[in-house]
């Protein structure tokens, strides 16, 4: 069963940095475009940040220069580290997985985690 479990989440203020991590269960893990999303209460999933198996990286114009994506292919696990975190920024984050190159929608990913909270005080 494939599973990917999200940490590093938790309460920061504003201005502050918080490192997430996935680790992931895939056996094939570098074969896999990885990604984090986050939604905020009443809004829809979001994708903050992509990486590629080859290691390219995607960000959504809001994080833009704060956030970095990366990944350990040997750990099987995905980083995203935030700087400059805002209020803007709380939202229960996910980690996600998938075959499909540079994909951008969620409906392209097959495995999720069961996200981290973030919140950030002003």
């Known amino acids: 069963q494939v599973q990917l479990v999200e940490s590093g989440g938790g309460l920061v203020q504003a201005g502050g940095s918080l490192r997430l991590s996935c680790a992931a269960s895939?056996?094939?893990?570098?074969?896999?475009?990885m990604a984090w999303f986050r939604q905020a209460p009443g809004e829809q999933r979001e994708l903050v940040a992509h990486?590629?198996?080859?290691?390219?990286?995607n960000y959504a114009d809001s994080v833009k220069g704060r956030f970095a994506i990366s990944r350990d292919n040997a750990k099987r696990t995905v980083l995203l580290q935030m700087n400059s975190l805002g209020p803007e920024d709380t939202a229960a984050y996910y980690c996600?997985?998938?075959?499909?190159?540079?994909?951008?929608?969620?409906?392209?990913?097959?495995?999720w985690g069961q996200g981290t909270l973030v919140t950030v005080s002003s």
């Open positions: 895939l056996r094939t893990f570098s074969n896999y475009s």
């Open positions: 996600a997985a998938t075959l499909v190159p540079q994909a951008a929608e969620s409906r392209w990913y097959l495995y």
């Open positions: 990486i590629t198996s080859g290691g390219s990286t």
